[in-house]
C-alpha cells in the first residue's frame, strides 16, 4: 500500500462516516485488508530474519 492509497483511503473513511457513503465504504474495507495483509507479510519477514540471525 502506497502513500496516495493511505491517503485516498482516509478520504473514503471521512466520506463514510461523515456522509454516509456506501461506496466508499467498500473501498476503505478493502483498503484496510490489503494494509493488514501487507503488515502480515512484513511480520513474517522479520520473524524469518530474526530467527535465522540466531
Known amino acids: 500500500m502506497t502513500i496516495p492509497r493511505f491517503l485516498r483511503a482516509e478520504s ?3 466520506k463514510f ?3 454516509g457513503n456506501a461506496t ?3 473501498r ?3 483498503a484496510m485488508q490489503d494494509l ?4 502480515q507479510e512484513i511480520r513474517t519477514e ?4 530474526k530467527n535465522s540471525d540466531k
Do not use: H, M, P
Open 36 to 39: 493488514k495483509t501487507l503488515a
Open 17 to 19: 462516516y461523515k456522509v
Open 12 to 14: 473514503d473513511a471521512s
Open 28 to 30: 476503505l474495507r478493502k
Open 46 to 49: 522479520v520473524t524469518e530474519k
Open 24 to 26: 466508499a465504504g467498500t
